[in-house]
């Protein structure tokens, strides 16, 4: 029964730890993308300091 609650903690605390590694990627990806934008509308308008 102790074996069993410690593979069940390790397994959720995988699982916890994939989902944060996959939300820091994603908020990469997404910042990555403003940053692209923001870029991007900056050298359109030539007049603005970027």
């Given at each position: 029964?102790?074996?069993?609650?410690?593979?069940?903690i390790?397994?959720?605390?995988?699982?916890?730890?994939?989902?944060?590694?996959?939300r820091?990627?994603?908020?990469?990806?997404?910042r990555?993308?403003v940053?692209?934008?923001?870029k991007s509308?900056?050298?359109?308008?030539s007049?603005?300091?970027?």
């Amino acid at each position: 029964m102790v074996e069993l609650q410690e593979s069940l903690i390790l397994y959720l605390g995988m699982k916890v730890m994939s989902t944060f590694e996959d939300r820091i990627r994603i908020a990469r990806m997404a910042r990555d993308s403003v940053d692209k934008k923001s870029k991007s509308s900056c050298k359109k308008q030539s007049e603005a300091p970027c």
